[in-house]
């Protein structure tokens, strides 16, 4: 088992910064690919960004060139830098993780993100 745990998140006026960390623990050898969903009030959890085993990564068009996904295996921790925060970015921000062998999905707790007009 995996787990996840997100911290970061807050209120921010449009045009800010914020930065969210995912630590894990457990069984964290499993992990392959792992990244950041959102979910806005009556929208569908989406993918925001994406970073594999070997470090590459993608990104939901709404956020490419705004969002930085990094993560530091020594430290079981992923980031998601977000620079130039809009309105539309407010939502409950959740890491997830997959199993590489089993394919068992991992997700935090989510945290709040709200960017003020």
């Known amino acids: 088992q995996v787990q996840l745990v997100e911290s970061g998140g807050g209120l921010v006026q449009a045009g800010g910064s914020l930065g969210l960390s995912c630590a894990a623990s457990?069984?964290?050898?499993?992990?392959?690919?792992s990244g950041w969903y959102r979910q806005a009030p009556g929208k569908q959890r989406e993918l925001v960004a994406g970073?594999?085993?070997?470090?590459?990564?993608n990104y939901a068009d709404s956020v490419k060139g705004r969002f930085t996904i990094s993560r530091d295996n020594a430290k079981k921790t992923m980031y998601l830098q977000m620079n130039s925060l809009k309105p539309e970015d407010t939502a409950v921000y959740y890491c997830?993780?997959?199993?590489?062998?089993?394919?068992?999905?991992?997700w935090g707790q989510g945290t709040q993100v709200t960017v003020s007009s």
């Open positions: 457990g069984r964290t050898f499993r992990i392959g690919v």
């Open positions: 997830h993780a997959r199993d590489k062998w089993s394919s068992d999905d991992y």
């Open positions: 970073i594999g085993d070997g470090g590459t990564t």
